[in-house]
């Protein structure tokens, strides 16, 4: 891959983002700020909004924005899947954000920078359930990392900018909004499943390089150079591989991701609008994939007297398309109020993947609850399929074994989530999972329940 930034660069964006001290994650609650402080938080409800001394107020008149967030899950798999039992997790979060324009008269440019602190007592999806897709997206391998750090220059009156630095693709690409306080909202199972290491997504990130335009108000158009592999190649967990967010490579096979996003009455309150958007997008691959079934030999994999190494395939790719629609909008309501569906839709080759087609969506109830405007009741699934070479995989593993076991066919998750904001930065989410075949196997549906906590200062 065409070398993307040289390490000193790194060096020198690191101590700008550290000079304060703090780091962060992006997420959308940050955008919104009122005298250096991210609505909402629980910094309003507490004496002289959590700032007696005034230091965020003053460093907001310099562009200069921080906050944390600290999400926990307490989760237990009560039946089925790999071993029942209850685990707790937690990732503590925090974000920078510097306005050059405020703080240096460099208008247009920002910078961003996020890190997380990943503790656990185990992982509810790998170690309880052993499924793929996921059933609380904070899951990680418990750690201190950096995530994202980049800088950002807006030009033609901030209808266009570049984003270059340590980007993570799943910030930008392939989302649904509605769908993002579901506890298994996550980087799609196809992409997590087929790109190296999981690709630049939680929680890993790397080098990149995205170009963004808004040709109208409702009209975007998005453009993303990846290092292809933010681990690197090697035996066992990509987390580890890359165990502190540090590792900056920019000499494997790139990854390339664009998308265009339509939107439709975003910015009105009118109920007889209907808010609506669709994103239509595309990945490839540069690198190297092992073929499902076959060797290099033309042997089957799963052929003992075969050479037991894949045959190996240039390139991979996918398409991906993301809709959301408004059903009703109270009289007021803004995009995401009342009632909304999303889906997000995708296939890649079936030759060299785990998992070719995928699918998920949900119904989210918003302010229906009188006296609680700010709770959220709704119900979401994923169903990803096993392709069809895995699938054949697996049959000539039984011929050739006589040892009969799972055709892995697919994996179907169902949530049902209800999210209360207890004062405003505090939600608490109680939720149920059905999680039917399991990593394919339909000896061992599972169910899973518990609590979410989540804390914006």
Do not use: C
Not at 255 to 272: A, K, S, Y
Not at 364 to 377: E, V
Not at 435 to 450: E, Q
Request: zero cysteines; glycine letters at 12%; aromatic letters at 10%.
């Amino acid at each position: 891959m065409v070398r993307l930034f040289a390490k000193p660069m790194f060096a020198a964006v690191l101590l700008l983002a550290f000079h304060d001290g703090r780091a962060a994650h992006a997420q959308s609650w940050w955008t919104g700020v009122k005298d250096g402080i991210p609505v909402p938080s629980i910094a309003t409800s507490l004496p002289r909004n959590g700032d007696p001394a005034g230091i965020r107020k003053r460093l907001a008149g310099y562009g200069i924005v921080y906050g944390l967030e600290y999400t926990s899950d307490t989760l237990a798999n009560v039946h089925g899947g790999s071993r029942v039992g209850t685990i707790y997790q937690g990732k503590l979060q925090g974000f920078l954000t510097v306005d050059f324009g405020k703080l240096a008269g460099w208008q247009g440019l920002s910078l961003f920078t996020n890190m997380y602190q990943i503790h656990n007592t185990g992982r509810i999806r790998r170690d309880y359930v052993g499924g793929i897709n996921t059933i609380a997206a904070i899951e990680a391998v418990p750690a201190t990392r950096l995530s994202e750090i980049w800088l950002e220059q807006k030009f033609a009156n901030g209808a266009a900018s570049v984003r270059f630095g340590q980007l993570a693709a799943d910030a930008e690409f392939f989302i649904a909004e509605a769908s993002t306080w579901y506890l298994q909202s996550d980087w799609p199972t196809i992409t997590a499943s087929n790109m190296p290491s999981g690709g630049p997504a939680y929680p890993l990130s790397t080098p990149a390089v995205r170009l963004r335009v808004d040709p109208t108000r409702d009209v975007s158009l998005l453009l993303a150079v990846f290092n292809g592999d933010p681990a690197g190649p090697g035996a066992g967990d990509p987390q580890d591989r890359n165990r502190y967010g540090l590792n900056f490579r920019v000499h494997d096979p790139a990854l390339v991701i664009g998308e265009v996003q339509f939107r439709r009455n975003h910015g009105v309150t009118d109920p007889d609008k209907l808010a609506s958007t669709l994103k239509l997008g595309g990945w490839g691959h540069f690198g190297k994939f092992d073929d499902q079934r076959f060797a290099n030999d033309g042997s089957l994999l799963a052929n003992p007297a075969g050479s037991g190494v894949p045959l190996q395939h240039r390139g991979d790719r996918g398409v991906y398309a993301v809709v959301e629609q408004q059903l009703w909008r109270p009289a007021g309501g803004v995009w995401d109020s009342g009632i909304t569906v999303y889906s997000r839709m995708s296939a890649s080759p079936s030759d060299r993947n785990l998992i070719n087609a995928y699918v998920d969506g949900g119904i989210t109830f918003a302010g229906l609850i009188p006296k609680r405007p700010d709770d959220k009741f709704g119900a979401s699934v994923i169903y990803a399929r096993f392709s069809d070479s895995v699938r054949d995989f697996d049959r000539d593993t039984i011929a050739f074994s006589g040892v009969p076991g799972p055709i892995r066919d697919y994996e179907a998750n169902l949530e049902i989530n209800y999210l209360a904001q207890i004062v405003p930065g505090w939600f608490v989410q109680p939720n149920v999972q059905r999680i039917w075949h399991p990593n394919g196997d339909k000896s061992r549906n599972a169910v899973v329940t518990g609590v979410r906590s989540l804390w914006r200062f």
